[in-house]
């Protein structure tokens, strides 16, 4: 479970975020969508404790994240926007950079974990290649293997389908239900994909102006009257007749 409460960010006199409060429950699905420079990141990473948030408070399973980042990082993994991948190790070094640190495996054992991880991605047989060699899309489903390498309870993945074609956004997406349904992960989502958020999501959270200005179904979302999403909306089904 995610508990954000009252939760503000600023960098210099610029407020981010402000008083953001909301929960994920265990094994839900949250996606968090708004216009870009609106704090999506900048959330994810306070809730990873990446950063620390200027005041507030984030609970990750009952762990206060700013009193032990350390436990609280232990049970979240995290999909970046940019993948991430360190370019001078190849894709299995990179998936098992963190698996080597904390989970201590003899190598049949982490030769299997690579190899199931890199199945649930569709990436089997790319052990050997380097960030460089690989496509934006094989770098996203990478930075996801290697984060699923560890058994999270809780994912947070930012924009892991953005700019994937459609087939490889369906097999995330359908990755992302899958963790749930079988493993309870607990996630939060954010994207730009009204699509995608539809077919996977449970709730939505909509951040405007560093402000959250609604949570709630997809459903919900879509009849929501306020003029920024239903921008989104209809600009989506706009786009989809075209
Ligand atoms: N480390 C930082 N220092 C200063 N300003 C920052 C920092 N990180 C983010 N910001 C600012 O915070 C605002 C929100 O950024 P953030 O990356 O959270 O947006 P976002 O919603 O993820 O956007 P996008 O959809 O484009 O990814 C932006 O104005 C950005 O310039
Ligand atoms: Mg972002």
């Keep these: 479970m995610i508990e954000v409460?009252?939760?503000t960010k600023?960098?210099?006199?610029?407020?981010v975020l402000k008083n953001i409060?909301?929960?994920?429950?265990?094994?839900?699905?949250?996606?968090?969508?708004?216009?870009?420079?609106?704090?999506?990141?900048?959330l994810l990473r306070c809730i990873a404790g990446l950063i620390q948030p200027t005041s507030g408070s984030v609970?990750?399973?009952?762990?206060?994240?700013?009193?032990?980042?350390e436990a609280a990082r232990r049970k979240m993994g995290m999909v970046f926007q940019s993948a991430a991948l360190f370019d001078y190790l190849n894709v299995e070094q990179?998936?098992?950079f963190g698996v080597g640190r904390h989970l201590k495996l003899n190598s049949k054992d982490e030769r299997a974990l690579l190899k199931d991880s890199l199945a649930r991605v569709g990436l089997e047989g790319n052990e050997n290649l380097l960030p460089s060699e690989l496509s934006g899309g094989m770098r996203k489903r990478v930075g996801m293997a290697r984060a699923i390498a560890l058994s999270p309870?809780?994912?947070?993945?930012?924009?892991p389908t953005t700019g994937l074609d459609p087939i490889t956004t369906y097999q995330i997406d359908e990755l992302i239900s899958q963790l749930r349904k079988e493993l309870g992960v607990t996630s939060l989502l954010v994207s730009h994909d009204l699509m995608s958020v539809r077919r996977v999501s449970d709730r939505v959270a909509f951040l405007h102006k560093g402000e959250l200005v609604f949570l709630g179904t997809p459903d919900q979302f879509l009849?929501?009257?306020?003029?920024?999403?239903?921008?989104?909306?209809?600009k989506t089904q706009a786009a989809q007749l075209h």
Excluded: C, W
């Excluded at 600023?10 to 407020?15: H, L, N, P």
């Excluded at 409060?21 to 900048?42: H, P």
């Excluded at 009849?223 to 209809?234: F, G, K, N, R």
């Design 5 to 7: 409460s009252e939760l």
């Design 10 to 15: 600023s960098f210099g006199d610029k407020q």
């Design 21 to 42: 409060s909301f929960s994920v429950n265990q094994g839900e699905i949250v996606a968090v969508m708004g216009s870009s420079g609106g704090g999506k990141t900048t």
């Design 59 to 69: 609970r990750v399973d009952s762990i206060e994240v700013r009193a032990d980042p």
């Design 94 to 96: 990179n998936i098992l």
């Design 153 to 159: 309870a809780i994912m947070l993945y930012d924009e």
């Design 223 to 234: 009849e929501s009257d306020h003029p920024a999403i239903q921008e989104l909306v209809t």
